[in-house]
């Protein structure tokens, strides 16, 4: 009887406790969802992309960190890497008509993203992946071969919330839309890419000093100060050096990949030869009835 009040007791105090969690977690969603509501409408740079009609309220961003560089000046074609919904896309369209380059029969503006992205009057989309070397191809295939103006990239990983995982994946992004700089962006181009606060700002400077004459940093004040977001600009790309690193970067890179796969080969054929050795099949037990030969 004592048992079996206790154990009441304890299934009482189990089912309470699991109320009171359903309770605070129903409170905690209100409450975010509340507040993220709450941000949106408090958000001046949202209520204005809705006035707009951007896709996104990042559009800010372009049209601001153009307002300092005057990034646009020059440009009859483009490249959006990371471009999905496509505010930083309608930009660059609003930007080209401005100048009468648009409408073309050519392809003027192309815009990348891992995700389907909803059609755009103007901009060539690609659906893929910018760290392969298959959508660098059909990029090039899109301009007919000829380099583009202005490549812009405001590629996010998903964020993991492991900070130093999300900080490698954005400067992978970063690695390859440089790379596609390398093989797509004319002399004199102009290359903007968001980063991460923390990123070895000096270490970036120095590698992008590399390849563009001028690189600065800025943060729009539409980038909300909680973000860690940032922006490089590089103005006046000079190739010569660039693409001869680049080449002999990829060169090297072939070579050490070839060296890598020759020696995976070497390893397999001796695991290989290893399975296959013949061993003497050795009887145990009581031999005393047993000839070899
Ligand atoms: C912040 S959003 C870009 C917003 C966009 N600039 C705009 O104004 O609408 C970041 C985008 O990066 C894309 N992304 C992340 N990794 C990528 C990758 N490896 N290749 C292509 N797109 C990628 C995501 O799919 C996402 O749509």
Redesign the pocket.
Known sequence: MFLYNQISIINLWANSQKTKDILQYTYYLYIYQYKSIFHHIQDIYYRKAKEDQ??????Y??LQIDDSFQIFRQVERAI????????????LVKKLTEKNYLPSESCRIVS????E?APLDHVTQIQ?????KT?VDEILKKFNYQRADII???????VTGFHDIDYY?QS??IV?ALNICLMTLRDNGIFVA?IFKGSDIKLLYSQFKLFFNQVYFMKPKSSRASSVEYFIICLQYTPKISTLNFHLYTFLKEIEQAEKQKQQEIIDQETEKEQLKYYKFITCGDLSGFDEN
């Open positions: 951007f896709r996104a309220r990042s559009a961003k372009l959006d890497l990371c471009a999905a919904p496509g505010s930083w896309s309608q930009v990348v993203d891992l995700q992205m893929g992946d910018i760290t392969k959508t812009v990239c405001d590629g996010a990983p998903d994946i992978q992004l390859a968001k």
